[in-house]
């Protein structure tokens, strides 16, 4: 620890608590929820719930990381910082970065992407079938005949690709924190 002054538990359990709810958040909405979704809901269905479960994860996922990296700071004051600390400093510091990217770039962009492809395939009788690999050679065939849902098709593709690798970063930072915690459980 940086300073004289020890955190109180209140404190402690409050940073392990903010850190843990955003890990599981991450690991539960990218590796579990996605997934089974993908799997078990037509494809109109999924976009519609991910279009209202990604900003609220992402929402409470910039508090938490915000809110951790404030009480990181209050108790480790920059001048005392060490190398390791100041890494971390980094860590919380970058956390919140890519999760505010996802929300106001490609979050909208990619929602409003959705919206336009869904109203496409509906007007080709597509979107209400089970994962995306059960009706592929359609999809492909609109891409192929539909210039405008070939567009949104990539656009799509990169918007979520980029987000995807801002999660990533997401998940690694907080995985260095939490084993930066770990390591220190005794201070904070």
Known sequence: MS???????????????L??????????VTFISSFVMDNHLNRHTYGFIQSRLVPF????GSACAFINLTIFAVYHPSELLDDREAFQVSKYFFNP???????????????VIMADM????????????IGLSSNREAYA???ETDVKYRY???????????SSLCNLCCIGCNFYSLCFMAENLSTL
Do not use: N
């Not at 109203?119 to 209400?128: K, W």
């Open 141 to 143: 065939k609109l891409c």
């Open 57 to 60: 994860y992402l929402h409470l």
């Open 118 to 129: 869904h109203l496409i395939e509906q007007a080709c009788g597509l979107g209400q079938d």
């Open 152 to 162: 949104l098709s990539s656009r799509l593709w990169l918007y979520r690709f980029l």
């Open 3 to 17: 300073t004289d002054q020890e955190p109180t538990f209140t404190v402690k359990l409050l940073q392990l608590l």
């Open 97 to 111: 970065d890519p999760a505010v990217l996802q929300i106001f770039i490609f979050f909208v962009s990619v929602t």
């Open 19 to 28: 850190l843990s709810t955003y890990w599981g958040m991450q690991i539960w």
